[in-house]
C-alpha cells in the first residue's frame, strides 16, 4: 500500500535552476494538494487540484507552477529556484468527506 | 477565513504525566477540526478528526481532543505520555469536506518526553 509517494526525497539546486518535484497516490482521490513547511511556520498551501483538470492557487503560489498530469499525479515546478525557497515539501491528497493523506517529503536545498 | 492558533511551540513532559497541547481556531461557519502527528523526517499522519459528530474524539495512540465551541478550542490531551509520543503535532481546520475543501495549520508543537 504506497498511499502517497513523492520524488526525490532529496534535492540540492542551485539559485535559477528549473525543478519539477513528483507526486503520485494510488488511493484514487480525487483532490491533490502541496504544501511547503518552514520552520516556526507549520504548512503552507502552494497549489492544490479539486479534481483531474482542474488547479488553484493557494496561500504561497508565487515562484511556482504546478501540473495535474492526470488522476493520479499532481506535479510541482519551480522555473527559476530561488534560496527562499528552500524548504520541505508535501503533496497530500484526499476522498471528498475523509481527511488528506501525506507523502514523506521532498528536502529541497537551494543554494 | 479561517486561522488556528497553537499556544506554546515546545512542550515538555514527564513519561507517565498528562500530554495538554493547545489550539484554538478562529472559522466563520461549523468547522472540521484536525489533529496532524508528525515524527522525525516523515511526512503528517492524522491522529483524530471532528466533524460535526461527538465533542469528544477519540484517536490514534491514547489520544483525544475535545471541541469546545464556547471557547473555539479543541485541544489535544492524553493521560499517560510515553516517549514514543515526541513528535510534532499540527491542528488544523477546513471549513468544509467538498472537493474543494482546503486545510489551514498551525504552526505546530514539539512535544519532548523525558525519563
Known amino acids: 500500500n504506497a498511499g502517497v509517494t513523492q520524488t526525490p526525497k532529496f534535492q540540492v539546486l542551485k539559485t535559477g535552476q528549473s525543478m519539477t518535484l513528483q507526486c503520485a497516490q494510488d488511493?484514487?482521490?480525487?483532490?491533490m494538494y502541496w504544501y511547503r513547511q518552514d520552520p516556526g511556520m507549520g504548512l503552507r498551501l502552494i497549489y492544490y487540484s479539486a479534481s483531474e483538470g482542474t488547479t488553484d492557487k493557494g496561500e504561497v503560489p508565487n515562484g511556482y507552477n504546478v501540473s495535474r498530469l492526470n488522476k493520479r499525479e499532481f506535479s510541482l515546478r519551480l522555473e527559476s529556484a530561488a534560496p527562499s525557497q528552500t524548504s520541505v515539501y508535501f503533496c497530500?491528497?484526499?476522498?471528498?468527506?475523509?481527511?488528506?493523506?501525506f507523502g514523506d517529503g521532498t528536502r529541497l536545498s537551494i543554494l | 477565513a479561517q486561522s488556528v492558533t497553537q499556544l506554546g511551540s515546545h512542550v515538555s513532559v514527564s513519561e507517565g504525566a498528562l500530554v495538554l497541547l493547545r489550539c484554538n481556531y478562529s472559522?466563520?461557519?461549523?468547522?472540521?477540526l484536525f489533529w496532524y502527528v508528525q515524527y522525525p523526517n516523515q511526512g503528517l499522519q492524522l491522529l483524530l478528526k471532528y466533524t460535526s459528530a461527538a465533542t469528544l474524539v477519540k484517536g490514534i495512540n491514547g489520544f483525544e481532543a475535545e471541541f469546545k465551541k464556547s471557547e473555539t478550542s479543541f485541544h489535544l490531551t492524553k493521560p499517560s505520555a510515553h516517549m514514543s509520543d515526541a513528535a510534532e503535532y499540527f491542528c488544523?481546520?477546513?471549513?468544509?469536506?467538498?472537493?474543494?475543501?482546503?486545510?489551514?495549520f498551525g504552526t505546530g508543537t514539539r512535544l519532548q518526553v523525558t525519563l
Open positions: 472559522s466563520s461557519v461549523p468547522p472540521y
Open positions: 488544523a481546520v477546513s471549513d468544509d469536506t467538498g472537493t474543494a475543501s482546503k486545510l489551514t
Open positions: 497530500a491528497s484526499r476522498r471528498q468527506g475523509q481527511p488528506q493523506h
Open positions: 488511493m484514487n482521490h480525487n483532490s
